[in-house]
């Protein structure tokens, strides 16, 4: 079992290999960071919009029930 599971484990004598593979994990970084800031922006957005529409409701719900008891 533990010769099945150090056969994935190879590390190459040129280390060279390991730039591209460094270079991917440092742009899918960079991508993964900058998304997450344009989610989190969109978000905030949404938030704001969905607050106004929120205070929009409660002050025509007031106003319709000011007018009912008049």
């Known amino acids: 079992m ?3 599971m150090y056969q994935f484990l190879y590390f190459p004598e040129d280390k060279s290999g390991y ?6 994990f440092l ?5 993964c960071t900058a998304v997450f800031i ?3 922006k ?5 938030e704001i ?3 106004e529409i929120e205070e929009r409701i409660l ?4 106003n319709t029930s000011n007018q009912q008891n008049i």
Do not use: V, Y
Not at 19 to 24: G, H, K, L, M, S
Not at 27 to 31: A, N, Q
Not at 42 to 46: D, L, W
């Open 49 to 51: 919009k969905s607050k």
């Open 27 to 31: 742009l899918m970084l960079i991508l």
């Open 19 to 24: 730039i591209p593979a460094a270079f991917e």
């Open 2 to 4: 533990e010769q099945l």
């Open 42 to 46: 969109i978000s905030k957005k949404q």
């Open 59 to 62: 002050a025509d719900k007031k």
């Open 38 to 40: 344009i989610f989190r």
